[in-house]
Structures are given as structure tokens and as C-alpha cells.
């Protein structure tokens, strides 16, 4: 395929589970080489978009299309280009995990077994043993090995390190950075911010079925507000009359507030005529970002509001 | 739901207690609550058997002189192998034995084998188990209250059938122990299949070693009944529980003192699990867990050899069971027909209106094959539906595997397995019989059955497109109602015509009666066009894991 086309492109999707809407307009887009991180909270329709990426369920309407296909009638055809780890790995109790790797690799076409191998060590799982004895985290091993030994176009990976530890972590980002550099997509689903933050180079932030956020990494922090902390020779009381400063926290000298983009000059300007000592300024983090749609830390009280029209206009205005 | 809560509030209710039992009060309630309906159908099935056989036995032998005249003759080597001996054919009590008791104690000890299972391996095989005994539940109160809950199924339907029996003015000694061998071979069954569960690490693996063991136990006392002198039993009667039930004799001399035998193997057995399950780990087996390949032959990368390894334990064991029950029947048919009196209405209604009795025996033994096949070829394709619901289906579709070669591939190894258990069966029971008939006919006779059993997995198929949740259990109850129609139609009074329409009973019964191509070919129909409108809705619907 070429490098021009996208890899994913999601539009307006939609899909419905008897009354439960879990997909509600769902956007979603995946440049060929990327690696996309796709977050958002237990529930909020993540599985369900991957699944119908992979042709399991069926969309009830919107335009679904993955490496220039459509997902549930060339399933087949695209599956030998695509990799996927399930968030939760099923395996066959009485087989091995060597087994296993062995039949889901052959369902792609076969197996590099250098690569194989080079992996079971990077991963230090046992092929031998039981599927049945095997741990979540051998399990989830078990479906990354089948996955990234394939020369796969497209990695299609559901919380894929939900159930590694801090090492193994390691060695699958590792891994992620070589796929990447072999030219290859990466669609990431992911709880563990730092992960995303490391790899991804574009962020799709979606919540209840509907994306409310997605750009690259650092055009969205641009979007959002930086945390300023400043200490003060004089009194920092004036600070509350500066145009451009919000969400003031006063504490003595000390002064924290966070600043739009586009206001950070002209308020650099006014704090200077207050003698800062010193100033810290802090981009909004990845956390930041998904917290304000989900009211966890809201920087902005706007989004602590429950209304759920505020955050679905909030992604429609990026 | 307040089920989910229960066990988490009781527990903190109970955490004074530090026993290996506390909390059993607690996983009691938790069992009966997601199965109570299950347990209150099964209950009801098997006790509502008692009124109906009864009803249809009085108008068949309305009087005394009927009964006496059944009584001369029904002590037949067919009756003896199938139910037992017929020790009181003369009275309405003893006819109802001959006709229900041993269906009724069979059916109870596979309730008990599935329950305890259900309840047992299964619960840790999913690792529901863990998270229970992670809350204060000490190490035996699971258990313990599943085998307390699959032992109550027991003795609530032996009270249910004696208080039946009671209500039908029946003799009030063999109304009581007919309920109660009943219940203890019930009770029986929970203590075998409490250790089959400590022994394998599977529910499958548990189920399959319990139900081999109870057709064992089935088959020695049928033998035992074989070798009989006059009607009693041969002492090879006391190697199988069910053989024990068989001699408290209800309605006959009314004894007591194998109930204390039934009983004792039921706490005995079931203490012997508890104390297994203290020798092992959580989740493993008493049977060991060896290591294995660690990689994947190219068996495994094809589709349909994955299916084949997946059953392979399941089609060596129904091969074997199709061998030993061609063998048995071949062995049994000369001797049975010998005795067999063409004028008596119980072997009329069971060997049909054919002119030749030993052709007559031979029909029932091969739609005892075709049945065997039937329930094969469900079991088969129901693992079709588990991958599906465990998830690991989900896996093979993510790789270029098209959804038609995946359950093909399921099809297949159901199809063309039942029709080599269908051939292997019947060969051997011609082959076994002393000149009877040849391998070859028998081979054929029984694979006219094909058809039928084709239908019970378009019935499944076309379940598992549209309503994939219950499936295999609306495919085995329609497996059920079938085997009921063809084996126990004539008793429970349905036309000849009613018979006729259904799947087993729809195949012309050879070689008793002539081929017949017509109802062949409308079962393969049917079976095909529920089977292609499955293949169907399968192919355009969501995948459903559970």
C-alpha cells in the first residue's frame, strides 16, 4: 500500500449494543508510518472501535476504512497486513504458548522464527509451557510475540501492557520504536500516559463513543493552558487584575495560575513590572489533557461542569 | 445485583469462624441463587415422569390379569440390559420400575455430574473460584455447599417421586424406597463426580471422566442383570452403585440395607474429594501437567487440524464408546432375541411391528448408534460456540482466517466424525452378532442415520447464527425431545405419525423396516437449509463473547 494513504480513517462512527450507544459519532485517523495513541476511560468505546476495525462487530453507520480496505468485507485480505493483541488474551488452556504463537502467526501467513525466537528472549517467556498456567501478563505476552514477529503494516494493540511489568514495559516500547522506524502504523489503546506520551506521536482522546480531543501531541498542548508558578518580591495580590491569568491560587509570595497561548506575552509583560524572583512554567501534560474532559483535575472549571454538550462541542471546536 | 454482594457481606458476617468450613451457609444460598431454576426444571422433569408412565402403564395393563399375563413373559434378556430386572411385573409398582426407574436414576446421576461440575471444577476453571476464596470462605465451604446443593436436587426428587407415588395410591414401603434408591444414586453420582473434579483439571475433562464412569457402572450392572438367576442379579450387581439401587427392590421385597451402601460411597467419596483438593493447588489437577512443544506443527496452522487437536481427547473417547457399544450390542442380540416373546406389547413397543424379532433388535441397537452419533455431533459443534465465547475466536478472525473456513472447519470434524462412529458402530455390531447380519448391512443401516443426525447440527448451526447465547442448549433439548420421541414415543402413547415426524424416529428403522429414501432426503434438506441459513446470519453478525 502506499505511504500516502491512511492507515485508519474513522468517520462519524456509530454503533449500538440493543439501547446502549457505545460509538456516537466516532473520529478517529491514523497517518500510514504513525503511531497513535487512543485513550479515553474504561467503557468509553475503545474495544468496541478496534473491533469493528478488525471486522468482529459491525458498524451501524459512519465511513470505517483501514490500509485502503473496508474492514468487514475484506477482512480476510487485510488481516494478512495487520497484526492485533487483545486487551484480554483467551489462549487454548491445554496448548502451549509456543503453541499458540505458532497458530496465530500461521493465521497471518507464517512465522519468522528468528524474530520469533529474538522476541520469546527480549519478552523471557517459556513457549513450552501451558496456556492454562500462564499468568495475564504471559498471556498478553503470548499475543505480542505473534504480533511483532509478523511484518505486519498495521499493529492494531489494545492495552497491550496492562498486565507487563515495569521491565517488560521497556522491551515492548522498545519494540513499538523499531516498528516505527521500520515505517509501520501503530494504533496504541492505552491507560499508561507516560507510554503514550513516549510513542505516540498523535493522540485521539475520545469518551463516551464520541472523540473529544485529537491532534498531535504538542499542537494539542498548544491549545490548552500552561501552569505558571511565580514568586513575587512585592504583593502578588495585583495579579487578580491581569488580563490573560486564570484560575489565580495564592499562597503568600507565591502565585500559581495557568495562561493561554496566546496571552503568555502579554502577561510576562505585566509580571515582570512585579519582580518574579522566580517563575516555572509547566506545558499542560497528556494527563492534563485527558483529565479535563473527564473532570478528574480540571485546569480549566468550565470542564469540571458535568454537561456532557460542553465536552463533545469542546472536541468539535479544535 | 444483590448475588454479587452476597458473598462479600456474609463473609464479613462470618469472619469470627476460621475453619475450613466457614461460610458454607453463605456459598449455599450463593449456588442455589444462579441455580435454582436449573435445579427446580430438573426436579420437576424427572418427578413428573411418575404420574405419566403410570397413567400410560394402567390403561396398557388395566387389569390384574393383563399385569399377571406381562408378568409371565417380561422377563426377557432386553428388559434386563436396558432397566433391569423385572422382579414385580404383576403389579402396577413393579411395571412402573420396569418402565421408568432406571431412565429416571440414570438422568438423575448425569443432574448430579453436570451440577457438581457446574458448581465445582468449572467455577475454577474460570477463576471465580479465586476471587471467592480471596473473601473469608474457608478452603472446603465451596465445595462443600456445592456437593450439600447437587446432594439436595437428590433427595428432593426421591421425595417428590415418593410422595407421587403415595398420591397414586401406591403401596406405601415401595413408594419410599423407590424415591429412595433413586436418591441415592443421585447421591452416589455427587460423591463420583466430586472426585473426578480434584482429578482432572478441566470441567470438560471432569465431566467426560464422570459420565464414563456411570455408562461403566450402567454396563457391569447390566451384565450382572444378564447373568441373573431367575430375578436376581449376579453378584457382579455389587460392583456398581447403580446395581445397589437396582436391589432395595421397590415395589418388590422393599429393601432397605443398600441405602445405608449408597450413602456411605456418597459421604465417603465426597470426603475423599475434600481431602484430594487439600493435596493440590488452586486451579491444577491431581493428574499431572506435563510441558509441551514449543512450537506449533503444521497441524495446528490449519484450521481444521486445530479443531482436530482441540477434540481430540472428546473423539477418541466417543470412538471408543461407539466401539464398545457396537461390540456389546452384537454380543447381547442373538441371546435377547431367543428369549424374546414376539407377543409381548413391552417388545412390541420398543421392537416395532417388523415380522422378524432378532431384524427388530437389530433396529433398536442401530438407533442406539445413531443416537450416540447425534449426541457426538452436538458436542462437537457446541465447541464451536465456546471458542467463540471464551474469546479466542476473536483471535483467530484477527488473522486472515475468513469466518466461513473457521466454522467449516467445526462442521467438518462434527459431520464427518458422526458419520465414522455411525459405520464403525454399526460394522461392529453386525460384525459381533453370530451371523445375525453382516457388518456390512448393519454399517449402512446405521448410517441412514446420518441425515438425522446432520439435522441436529443444522439445528445448532442455524442457533449459533441467530441466537448464538443459548444455542447449545436449545440444541441439546431438541437432541433430547428427539431421543425421547424415537425410544419412548410408543410409550408415552404418541402416534405412529408423531414419531414419524421426528428427526430420529423419521429414519426407517433397518433392517426391522424397508429403506425408504423419502424421509432421508427431507431430513438432509431440512438439515441443509438450517445449516446454510446459519452459515449465513453467522457470517453478517457481531461475534458475541460471553
Known sequence: MSTNTQAISVTDLHKHFGRTAALAGLDLHVEAGEVAGFLGPNGSGKSTTIRILLGLLRADSGSVKMLGGDPWDDAVALHRRIAYVPGEVALWPNLTGGQAIGILA????????????????????????????????????????????????????????????????????????????????????????AEVEKLCDTVTIIREGQTVEAGRLDALRHLHRTTVSVLLAGSTSALASVPGINDLVLDGPKATFTVGEEDLGDVLEALSRYSPRSLVSTPPSLEDLFLRHYGGLPLDPAAAKPGRRAHAHAGGAR | MSSATAPGRASRGTVASTGSLSGVGMAVKFILRRNWLRLAIWAAVLAVMIPIVYGSQQEAFPTQAARDAYAQVANTPAVAAMTGLPYAAGSLGGILVIKIWMTLAVALGFASIFLVTRNGRAEEETGRTELLRSAALGRHAYPVANYLVAGSLSVVTGLLISLLCLGLKLPTGGSWTMGASIAGTGLAFVAISAICGQLATTSRGANSLAVALLALFYFIRAGADLQANGTNPSALSWFSPIGWAQNMRSFGQDNWWPLPALLGLAVLGCALALR???????????????????????????????????????????????????????SVARAMTSVLDPNNPFAKSFVGTGHDLLDGVMGIFVLFNGLLAGAFSVQALAGARSEEESGRLESQLAGSLSRFSWL??????????????????????????????????MAAA?????????????????????????????????????????????????????????????????PAEDFALLPLVVLGVIALVLATIGFWRFRARDLMPE
Open chain 2, 446 to 510: 446405521s448410517f441412514a442415520y446420518w441425515p438425522a443426525v446432520l439435522l441436529m447440527l443444522g439445528v445448532l448451526l442455524f442457533c449459533q447464527g441467530f441466537i448464538p447465547r443459548p444455542s447449545t442448549g436449545i440444541a441439546w433439548a431438541v437432541y433430547g425431545f428427539s431421543v425421547m420421541a424415537a425410544m419412548f414415543g410408543g410409550l408415552f402413547s404418541l402416534s405412529e405419525n408423531v414419531i414419524k415426524a421426528t428427526p430420529f424416529g423419521a429414519v426407517p428403522r433397518l
Open chain 1, 106 to 193: 500461521a493465521l497471518r501467513g507464517g512465522v519468522d522464527e528468528a524474530k520469533r525466537d529474538g522476541l520469546l528472549e527480549r519478552f523471557d517467556l517459556d513457549p513450552t509451557k501451558k496456556a492454562r498456567s500462564y499468568s495475564k501478563g504471559n498471556r498478553q505476552k503470548v499475543a505480542l510475540v505473534a504480533a511483532l514477529a509478523s511484518d505486519a503494516e498495521l499493529l492494531l494493540l489494545d492495552e497491550p501492557t496492562s498486565g507487563l511489568d515495569p521491565l517488560m514495559e521497556q522491551v515492548f516500547t522498545a519494540c513499538i520504536r523499531e516498528v516505527k522506524a521500520e515505517g509501520r502504523s501503530v494504533l496504541l489503546s492505552s491507560h499508561i500516559f
Open chain 2, 276 to 330: 484430594l483438593e487439600t493435596l493440590r493447588d488452586l486451579g491444577a489437577g491431581i493428574l499431572p501437567e506435563r510441558g509441551g512443544p514449543a512450537t506449533a506443527s503444521a497441524l495446528l496452522a490449519n484450521p481444521l487440524g486445530l479443531v482436530l487437536r482441540l477434540q481430540r481427547g472428546s473423539l477418541l473417547g466417543w470412538f471408543l464408546g461407539a466401539v464398545v457399544a457396537g461390540l456389546f450390542f452384537g
Open chain 2, 408 to 441: 467449516w472447519a467445526h462442521v467438518l470434524v462434527a459431520g464427518v466424525g458422526s458419520a465414522v462412529m455411525l459405520l464403525l458402530g454399526g460394522y461392529l455390531t453386525g460384525a459381533s452378532s453370530q451371523g445375525a447380519a453382516t457388518g456390512g448391512a
